[in-house]
């Protein structure tokens, strides 16, 4: 992996990196690059991906209210405890426009 | 199950502040908790008769306890504050568990040496200048050093196992699923699973009897099969990983060590090899990397996380937020992550590495059909020194080979203090299939008759005895 391409997937994480950590994720992000090649050795055709290992499908429930109101507004209340700042019951944020 | 450390454990919760100062001060030069609740607040509201009743906990700072800090060890996280109790916790303190204070980790889970933390280093207490291991090292030093009867960790490569091996403990690795996973700071979901650290076997049954089962708030929990949980049958077979493992002498001495002993005890054992065993490591790493990069998404100053004071726009927000957030192996994890999952390579890395998975499942369930368990080294070393001097971040990625195997194909496995080897401990694994815990559990039991798990000079009075004998020389 060269420089820019180590720049474009910064780009696509959404992360910023100092010059420092450009030069030392370069070097560490192509020898784990190589490692990762030691997987060709290995024939896997007519495997199937294995995305989840022991459940089949996915499993769902019910869209209800939970029926434990009282821990629930415990619960907002204790998350809103933690908001920076609140206007009544609203978590207020930075002005983003 | 025997309650007595419950009893013991119990007189010593019942003064907080006395503990929590003993704690602390026995902590200092392991420094294995991030947090500790002086005022024991969380002992108030739990059962007094459960069957845990009064017994003290650690818990991984990844893991969310109601009203302790939840830092995943990180800078990003440092002022996070947990509204709620993951559900595994929710259970042991229904039991009467109490969780005493929140441990240290490499940050996400990610690191084998508990290096990678904001909150510092945590120190092995059998040798102060080497690491506890990784990612769950605080739980494993806080167990070794006698803080604590118990602790959870987590476990996505050998997190919960390779710490326990380093500091000489018991650490189960569930099944995947058989704990929930709510509550967990997501880092590879596919993989992890909360896990139990401690020096008695009883306990972690317990513990695991009462955390396991189907939870509604995490959807790839599973129900243990009932029919598991019975006393279960003799471990007959048991094959040996073989070929060339690449083990420091401590470790090779301690396998060799393992093997006699359970021939001594009439178990056949066989040595096998595997085919798959050079792409289990590629394999996990790709997986778990890409699961971290998306995983962590979530991170970004604005749902989750500490924020720049000032920035022009969200995207220069989030991007300065991770920026100044993240340590480096969190950082490598994530571009590794999102550059196997960007177009055009996803077929080379991801779903090749996920097809290896599946062929590493076949090879051990194929194993499974003639052995009751397979026995390898927990890692190929003993403890190391801190700041990489025997193995370098790769290398200790490398070292994870005996590790992941289980995550990639969900078993149950568990690591068995093996003896002590020029004053280290030395951990063993056993590995069954899934749901096999009982069997794994027993199976440790019988072979601690023979080699009973040690406790580190320094630290040879669990705190609870220690403060109890002083107690009782004051009255």
């Known amino acids: ?97 | 199950m025997s309650l007595s450390p419950n009893v013991r454990w119990k007189s010593v919760l019942a003064s907080a502040d006395a503990f929590s100062q003993a704690l602390r001060e026995r902590d200092k030069r392991v420094n294995s908790f991030l947090e500790i609740d002086a005022a024991l607040r969380s002992a108030g509201g739990t059962s007094d008769s459960g069957p845990l009743a009064g017994l003290p906990i650690a818990v991984k700072d990844n893991i969310a306890v109601r009203g302790f800090q939840l830092t995943c060890g990180s800078k990003i996280l440092s002022s996070h504050v947990s509204p709620y109790d993951a559900t595994v916790v929710a259970r042991l303190a229904a039991a009467g568990a109490v969780p005493v204070g929140k441990t240290n980790l490499d940050e996400f889970g990610m690191g084998s040496s508990t290096d990678n933390s904001a909150g510092g280093s945590t120190n092995n207490p059998w040798d102060l200048d080497r690491v506890a291991g990784g990612s769950s090292g605080g739980s494993a030093a806080a167990v070794a050093a006698g803080l604590v009867p118990l602790a959870l960790g987590t476990d996505t490569g050998g997190s919960v196992r390779q710490p326990a091996a380093f500091c000489g403990v018991y650490g189960l690795k569930p099944t995947y699923g058989s704990l929930s996973r709510y509550g967990l700071v997501a880092y590879a979901s596919s993989l992890e699973v909360a896990g139990l650290l401690s020096y008695d076997i009883d306990l972690i049954r317990a513990a695991y009897r009462i955390a396991a089962g189907e939870d509604v708030m995490d959807q790839t929990s599973v129900g243990v099969p009932q029919g598991e949980l019975l006393p279960p049958a003799a471990v007959r077979r048991v094959a040996f990983l073989g070929g060339e493992l690449g083990l420091d002498a401590s470790t090779a001495a301690a396998y060799r060590a393992m093997r006699e002993l359970v021939e001594s005890q009439g178990v056949t054992v066989d040595e096998v090899e595997l085919e798959t065993a050079d792409y289990v490591v590629p394999a996990y790493y790709t997986i778990a990397t890409a699961e971290a990069s998306a995983n962590l998404a979530r991170f970004n100053g604005i749902r989750y996380g500490e924020r720049p004071v000032f920035a022009e726009n969200p995207e220069e927000l989030v991007r300065s937020a991770r920026g100044a957030g993240f340590g480096s192996e969190v950082k490598l994890r994530i571009l590794l992550g999102t550059y196997v999952l960007r177009s055009g390579f996803q077929e080379q890395y991801y779903q090749r590495a996920q097809r290896i998975r599946t062929a590493i499942r076949h090879e051990l369930g194929k194993l499974y059909e003639t052995f009751d368990l397979i026995m390898l080294p927990t890692f190929p070393t003993v403890a190391f020194h801190h700041g990489e001097r025997e193995l370098d971040a790769f290398q200790q990625k490398v070292a994870d080979r005996f590790t992941t195997m289980a995550n990639l194909a969900a078993l149950p496995a568990l690591s068995i203090p093996a003896g002590i080897y020029d004053g280290l401990p030395v951990g063993i694994q056993a590995m069954g299939p899934a749901f096999s815990e009982e069997r794994l559990l027993s199976f440790a039991e019988l072979l601690a008759k023979d080699l009973p798990p040690a406790r580190p000079p320094a630290y040879g009075t669990p705190l609870c005895d220690e403060l109890a004998d002083a107690s009782g020389g004051r009255s």
């Open chain 1, 1 to 97: 992996m060269d420089r820019s391409e180590l720049d474009i997937t910064a780009e696509l994480a959404l992360m910023d990196l100092t010059d420092d950590e450009r030069g030392q994720l370069e070097t560490a992000v192509a020898q784990l690059l190589e490692y990762f090649s030691v997987m060709d050795g290995i024939d896997v055709s007519g495997l199937a991906p294995t995305t989840r290992a022991l459940q089949e499908g996915n499993r769902l429930r019910s869209d209800v209210l939970r029926t434990d109101g009282e821990a629930a507004q415990a619960l907002a209340d204790d998350i809103l405890e933690q908001a920076p700042d609140l206007e009544d019951r609203f978590i207020a944020i930075p002005n983003v426009l």
